[in-house]
C-alpha cells in the first residue's frame, strides 16, 4: 500500500470541486477510503485549507469537511528541523519544503499528489498531478 501526501491545492479542488480536477482527487480520495492508499496531510494543510474554504463557506461548514477529511487522513508533523531544512533548502515555494521535508523526515511517505509538481522539482519524493496518478492507475 502506498502512502501519499495530498497538497491544499488538491483538497480544494475536492471541496470546491473545481472540474476536471475534482473528478481526479474523487478518485485518489476514493483510493484512500478503499484502504488502497494511506492518505496524510499535514497541520499546515489543513490551516491553509480551512482559510482559503472560510472565504466562501461558513465556520461550521468548513469544520465539518474537514473533520470527514480527517477520518480518512494522518498527520504528518511538522518541527524545528523540518523549518530549519525547508529555510535552507533550494525549493522557490517555503510551504512546499515544509511539506517535503515533512515526508521525508516520516521516511515512508511514496508520492506527493499535487496540481503544482514544478514546485516540488526538488524533491526526492515522487510527485504527480490526481489527474497523471489516476491515468496510470486505470490506464486511461
Known amino acids: 500500500m502506498k502512502n501519499v501526501l ?3 491545492d488538491v483538497i480544494l479542488d475536492f471541496f470546491l470541486d ?6 481526479y482527487t474523487s478518485y ?16 499546515v ?9 472560510r472565504k466562501v463557506s461558513t465556520h461550521d461548514r468548513v469544520m465539518k469537511k474537514l473533520n470527514q ?4 487522513t494522518d498527520i504528518l508533523l511538522i518541527d524545528k528541523q523540518i523549518v530549519l531544512k525547508a529555510l535552507n ?11 517535503n521535508y515533512a515526508c521525508e523526515s516520516y ?15 526538488k524533491s526526492e ?16
Open 6 to 8: 495530498l497538497d491544499s
Open 18 to 23: 473545481r472540474e476536471p480536477h475534482s473528478n
Open 28 to 43: 485518489v480520495l476514493s483510493q484512500i477510503e478503499l484502504k488502497k492508499l494511506n492518505g496524510y496531510l499535514t497541520a
Open 45 to 53: 494543510i489543513i490551516s491553509d485549507v480551512y482559510y482559503l474554504l
Open 69 to 72: 477529511l480527517m477520518t480518512l
Open 89 to 99: 533548502s533550494k525549493f522557490k515555494d517555503f510551504e512546499d519544503a515544509m511539506q
Open 107 to 121: 521516511g515512508n511517505i511514496d508520492l506527493i499528489v499535487t496540481r503544482s509538481t514544478k514546485d516540488y522539482k
Open 125 to 140: 519524493i515522487s510527485v504527480m498531478t490526481p489527474e497523471q496518478y489516476y491515468k496510470m492507475k486505470t490506464g486511461s
